[in-house]
């Protein structure tokens, strides 16, 4: 049973660019929720999908946008990219009938250059 | 912004030491789950303690809660190098929207 995972593993952009990264929810799962690690800090909220709809959504400008896909898979783009949106990006992925726990990805490592 | 704060910021000890790292949080929470990070990389998931419990084991993992205090304990027995890594307490309010809070680093020595 594969696991949350995630792609690219690492991406580099130059500011003003534009980055999608794509996140696979772990098999029976059907929510998504997408989190912003900048270094030495704890993850912060981005949003979560569920039924392909934006559920929740944390203090982040509207730059940051997702979608999600009927096979429960999940994309987080980020336009006009600043040098502070360099971080880790994580996946987590969760059951709405099975309990609360979140299971995290690998991450995507960006640096905006 | 974080929820709350882990303390401390950073734990060094021997390996068979016990581990104590303590979690404080500001709301109401429906329940507070620890996750472990290694370099930096993805979360593993190493407990969940629901609103309305008060302690729970996993292995050489005890964690207990305190909804009066809005605190939260984790307590890692007989530790072991392999257990190097940060750790993270995230409360749960509502919809699995996880608030963290900044981390302890931990390091166990040989």
């Known amino acids: 049973d594969a696991g949350v995972t995630q792609s690219p593993t690492h991406l580099i952009k130059t500011r003003g660019q534009q980055v999608t990264l794509r996140c696979s929810p772990k098999s029976g799962h059907d929510t998504v929720s997408w989190y912003q690690q900048a270094l030495g800090q704890g993850p912060q909220f981005i949003f979560q999908y569920y039924e392909e709809e934006e559920r929740q959504r944390g203090n982040f400008p509207d730059r940051f946008s997702g979608h999600q896909f009927p096979n429960y898979s999940s994309e987080l783009n980020v336009n006009a990219l600043l040098l502070g949106d360099s971080a880790l990006y994580l996946c987590a992925s969760s059951s709405q009938g099975a309990g609360d726990t979140q299971y995290f990805g690998p991450g995507t490592r960006l640096t905006v250059l | 912004s974080q929820q709350g704060e882990e303390d401390p910021q950073a734990l060094s000890i021997q390996e068979g030491e016990n581990a104590t790292m303590n979690c404080s949080y500001k709301t109401s929470i429906n329940n507070l789950q620890w996750y472990r990070q290694n370099s930096g990389r993805g979360l593993v998931h190493l407990i969940l303690?629901?609103?309305?419990?008060r302690e729970k084991h996993s292995g050489r993992l005890r964690v207990t809660l305190d909804t009066s205090k809005k605190s939260s304990s984790l307590l890692i027995t007989a530790s072991r190098a392999a257990d190097t890594a940060s750790y993270f307490c995230a409360t749960d309010k509502s919809f699995q929207k996880l608030v963290f809070g900044t981390g302890t680093r931990l390091l166990v020595s040989p």
């Open positions: 303690i629901r609103s309305n419990e």
